[in-house]
């Protein structure tokens, strides 16, 4: 079934989360570092099913993606320490928000000082130019 899954992703091109990072062409450290976490975490909390899917998973996908340059990144392994932690699923995308701001902030104001976007994909392309209208003179 798993094997299924990765082919049938990979040939119709699916992103197949955990996987790929923009920089990293090797698997993130950080997922690295995140793994081992949760390796412990098993060790003194107990195993966790999904662990050893997600170890298979990688292990079928790095033959057939690691030379495009996709491996693991650090969230493939984070929703398994946030269960094991006993954080609510529902959660998980504001914690991994959070721990992003800080880096987001920083391009933001480094953005705003160079007066430039930097990243191609955050560059504007809607409708220009709109009028505007101040909040004191709407309805």
């Known amino acids: 079934m798993l ?6 992703a990979i040939k119709n091109k699916s992103k197949i989360m955990g996987f790929g990072h923009r920089e990293y062409k090797v698997k993130d450290p950080r997922a690295i570092i995140l793994q081992k ?5 098993f060790i003194r909390f107990g195993a966790d ?3 050893e899917v997600a170890k298979s998973l ?3 996908a790095i033959p057939r993606l ?3 340059g996709i491996f693991p990144n650090v969230d493939f392994y984070s929703g398994l320490v946030y269960r094991k932690l006993g954080i609510p699923r529902d959660l998980f995308t504001p914690i ?3 721990s992003r701001v800080a880096g987001w902030l920083a391009h933001w104001r480094e953005q705003l000082g160079a007066n430039r976007i930097f990243r191609p994909s955050q560059i504007y392309t809607g409708a220009s130019p709109r009028d505007w209208t101040s ?3 709407r309805e």
């Not at 094997?3 to 049938?8: A, K, Q, S």
């Open 49 to 51: 099913e999904m662990y």
């Open 66 to 68: 690691g030379p495009k």
């Open 96 to 98: 991994f928000a959070i």
């Open 135 to 137: 909040l004191e003179n």
């Open 58 to 60: 990688e292990a079928e």
């Open 3 to 8: 094997l299924l899954f990765l082919d049938n």
């Open 37 to 41: 976490l949760a390796e412990d975490l």
